[in-house]
């Protein structure tokens, strides 16, 4: 009996292991489909979206061209897993992924060969993928990384990178319009066709050498102090460049396209700024010098200054610009001695009315940002602490006061959502009393139509209208005063 319980004991738990190992392979994805590009690389489209694609030993550098997948499995594509171990063994190899809208949302490297120490890496065409989730062989160095068409709205990722030579940007059209650029470990960086930039501040980075090109909107680059090399070209808006103090050296091409440049500023002596040279590149790729950058200037006006300027700047024709502590012309809002101010694109600080960013602002004669009540052109306005101007019904002092479409405070009757009000002589709004003989509800608005008026016969006055209603066993505000009546109707 016992013989036979223990069998039936082992039949059972021989059952419970196959079907735990059954839901466990049922679990793991499938192969969806898989092939071999230009004898190349090798790939597997699993049924849980990886794409997984394993270099064979024959390359050092490659693009691996996803289309040749095919469109339908490619949209089921989630995330690519690319093995570069089998690479042909050197100590460096370049690899590139072509995503033709591929919407994978992570690439990983994998790489098992420790003799190699460096890649280079391009993406194209990959609008799902973020920055963030490029994920490189722990310990590999990066030559260089070039960006193709991507729809990154920042590059803050570039702190996660191992260090890079260069990073560069093609046509990434959706980065934001101010880009600031904090990382301390490219040493070159590119931006190139790249439509939505407006400004580039790098100052907070550690870039050696920048490249700007092609970017028509471009109107302000910030450079660090630590720059050596510059090349800005192809851009239609900027009227001003701010060299770095270490820059050495500019490509021949320098500030070409770019009508609009007209100033630039250099925070050193004119003997200074002479050294900095122009390079052209020979048959063997090295930098051959020439003459000073002034050459490329033209008729620009060029400011320099031995060290740091800063402050006001009269520009002698009415208006007035601010420096700050790197010696860039100060634009949108700044505060100084604890009053706003505002400047324009070009740097100029505007006066008296402004509209910024579709609110409106009032600046007054000296720049300074106005708040609180302001009588402007025999016209009262209100603005809020953030210079906001103040539109439509609005409390002010536990008060009920209207602004018009320009802002001005109204006064007296007027109509709004087919109800009338009316508003004293200092804008408040009357409420819970008499004006011109009609009563105001508590909330403002005039609903009961008899007029009354001030009567008067033997006995005294008394205040009442057509109705036959009149005031009496209390006081009431009539026109802005207090008056009391008695029990029969008459003003004490």
Known sequence: MRTIGKITGSFFAMIVVVSLFSMIVSAAPTVVTSGTVDNTYDY????????????????????ADLKSIGTDYLNTVKTITVDITNFANTSYMAVGLKGCNCPATQVTFVNNKSTRKMMSANFEELPKLKGENIFFPEGMKIEGI???????????FLNNYPE?????????NNLKKNLVVKTKKVDQLAFNSCSSLETVDLSASSVRISYLTASKNLSDVFYPDCSEEIYIAGTDK??????????KSVYK???????????VYYPGTRAQLE???????????EHVMGDPITSLMGNMKIRCFDGVRKGWVNNNNGTWSYL???????????????SWYYFDQNGIMLTYWAEIDFNWYYLGSNGVMKTGWQLINGKWYYFDSTGFMYLGWTSVGGKWYYFDSTGAMKTGWFSDAGKWYYLKSDGSMASEEYCDGYWLNKDGSWTYKYRASWRKNSTGWWYGDDSGWYAKNGSYKIDGKVYTFDSRGYMK
Request: contains cysteine; positive net charge; glycine residues 4%.
């Open 146 to 156: 070039e960006f193709r068409e991507m729809t990154f709205t920042n590059v803050d």
């Open 275 to 285: 050294k900095v040279k122009i390079y052209d590149i020979n048959t063997v790729s």
């Open 324 to 338: 700050n502590n790197k010696s860039h012309l100060v634009k949108g809002w700044f505060q100084y001695n604890k």
């Open 44 to 63: 597997v489209l699993y049924s849980d979206g990886e794409l997984k694609i394993t270099y064979l030993e024959k390359h050092r550098s490659y693009t």
């Open 253 to 263: 091409t320098c500030f070409s396209e770019c009508p609009a440049l007209k100033e």
């Open 164 to 172: 890079s030579y260069y990073i560069m940007f093609f046509r990434c």
């Open 238 to 247: 900027l009227k001003a460049v701010y060299l770095p103090s270490g820059v």
